[in-house]
């Protein structure tokens, strides 16, 4: 395999440089995979082709260049919507640049184009991360977090909408669902009540807001993974709620020797900060495929 999944934040939007306004990436990023030959496909998709890799299936011949998943974090209104910086002015929301990029050339060559969105499930967190988020990273003006437009976003068919935890375990928040108070640390999360209070009681939340159309996939909180989750928890109790993947943020390839509980991701403005480094990691990918397939033979 050559795939590959690449995440954005909407939220990072503090300057017009491309290292530092994900608007600004994102839409040169899509153009960039369209020229390296990638297929940009839903997150479902890539799963499903690493699962019949790994069952032996062969490999459909138009995605034989490699395939792209996109997926946003955090879950910002910005993910769907446009919006005025106090500083940058208007932003074209994620959805929007989306739909620019599908009315080009290079996007009619994309016919699956779509992203998942990891949003928080907890409204209170949302809330407490809208007024003390990271100036230095992060842009959040008022009912930037609210889970109002979930539904809407669902509707446009180019965002599905998946699982970012209950509460991130927010620094920020006076308590958060973790039995020890634990903070900014996902890898403590090592026990099935705090699994649950964390993954479950969030897929809960989504699946209801959502009227049943969350998409069923976890992203790790900071990318941080443990055993139990990715080798127990994930597996057993998470699969059988109707999870079926999870991503953490490993910035390389997803190999055939993956675990769908453990899938590798790259993040814009810190895995790449130019478009030529993105050219690298998808130059790399596709020179990576041969090598992975001899030596699973």
């Known amino acids: 395999m050559n795939d590959l999944i690449l995440t954005y934040h909407s939220h990072h939007a ?70 005025r910086h106090p500083v940058l002015g208007w932003q074209r929301g994620f959805v929007g640049a989306m739909q620019d990029f599908l009315d080009t050339a290079p996007g009619a060559r994309q016919p699956e184009l779509g992203a998942t969105s990891f949003v928080i499930a907890s409204p209170q967190a949302r809330r407490v991360m809208q007024t003390t988020f990271d100036r230095d990273y992060t842009y959040l003006g008022d009912d930037s977090m609210g889970d109002a437009w979930w539904q809407r976003a669902v509707a446009t068919g180019l965002l599905a909408i998946g699982n970012h935890s209950w509460d991130h375990l927010h620094p920020a928040l006076e308590r958060v669902a973790h039995s020890r108070q634990v903070r900014a640390d996902f890898s403590q999360v090592l026990c099935v009540e705090d699994a649950d209070a ?6 809960r939340f989504i699946e209801e807001r959502t009227q049943g159309n969350a998409a069923p996939y976890f992203a790790y909180p900071f990318g941080h993974c443990n055993d139990f989750l990715a080798r127990e928890y994930l597996p057993g109790r998470g699969a059988a709620a109707g999870i079926r993947a999870a991503l953490t943020t490993e910035p390389r390839p997803v190999s055939q020797a993956d675990s769908v509980w453990m899938l590798p991701r790259y993040t814009c403005g810190h895995h790449w900060k130019t478009p030529a480094e993105l050219d690298l990691i998808l130059a790399g990918a596709q020179q990576l495929a041969p090598m992975e397939s001899h030596a699973s033979a």
Do not use: K, M, S, W
């Not at 964390?198 to 897929?203: D, K, P, T």
């Open 14 to 83: 503090i300057a017009a440089e491309y290292h530092l306004n994900d608007h600004v990436a994102l839409p040169l990023d899509l153009a960039a995979i369209t020229r390296a030959g990638y297929r940009i496909v839903p997150l479902a998709r890539l799963v499903d082709r690493l699962l019949a890799a790994q069952a032996g299936g062969a490999q459909d011949a138009a995605d034989a260049a490699g395939c792209v998943a996109i997926t946003f974090d955090d879950g910002p209104i910005y993910d769907l919507d446009d919006f």
């Open 198 to 203: 964390q993954i479950l009681a969030a897929a």
